[in-house]
């Protein structure tokens, strides 16, 4: 298994003390690993302001009896893009699998799913995405950047999102209050 398969579908972990501050304490379910780079989405903060039907009412959709949860700030590459991670119980053409841990639609074809009742049974909405070129995340990984634990889906769609990077820490069955800001090499 190549690297760039063994990262899709996993969730990548801020370090403590990252060189890039807008990534502090980022969790990002990473969708696309391959030869031509990577997308995540972030799911580690939540938009401030933005909830769920407002979205809903800006593109034309009613938002019926649509919950009124929280937007994610998926990443800085465009923002106003939106994405939908979710279970597996619902696919639209654009649908793509991100084994183990859920799929991802971009379309409003799921907005319009989840407005009327009838989208996928757990999902969370995100505006933009992290996106590395060819190379870029395999180089801050070896600069101690990130860390790529499991994917879970307990975290994923069962944890509150200011709790997200703790939680995987943990999971991993580390302590992150014993992570340390600073890496050496040997």
């Not at 302001?49 to 990443?75: K, M, S, T, W, Y």
């Amino acid at each position: 298994m190549s690297e760039a398969q063994y990262l899709s579908g996993r969730l990548l972990l801020a370090m403590p003390g990252m060189f890039d501050p807008r990534f502090e304490r980022s969790v990002n379910v990473m969708c696309v690993h391959d030869e031509h780079g990577a997308l995540g989405i972030g799911i580690g903060h939540v938009l401030a302001n933005v909830r769920f039907r407002e979205l809903l009412e800006e593109v034309g959709i009613d938002p019926a009896d649509a919950p009124d949860c929280e937007v994610h700030h998926g990443g800085p590459v465009e923002p106003g893009r939106g994405f939908v991670l979710h279970s597996t119980d619902w696919g639209g053409a654009d649908t793509i699998e991100v084994q183990p841990i859920c799929a991802l639609s971009a379309s409003v074809d799921i907005l319009r799913a989840i407005a009327e009742g009838h989208g996928p049974s757990q999902w969370l909405i995100a505006l933009g995405y992290a996106g590395w070129g060819p190379g870029q995340l395999e180089g801050e990984m070896r600069q101690h950047g990130w860390y790529a634990a499991e994917g879970h889906r307990e975290i994923l769609f069962g944890t509150r999102a200011s709790n997200r990077w703790n939680a995987t820490w943990k999971a991993e069955g580390i302590d992150p209050a014993l992570l340390s800001n600073e890496t050496g090499s040997a």
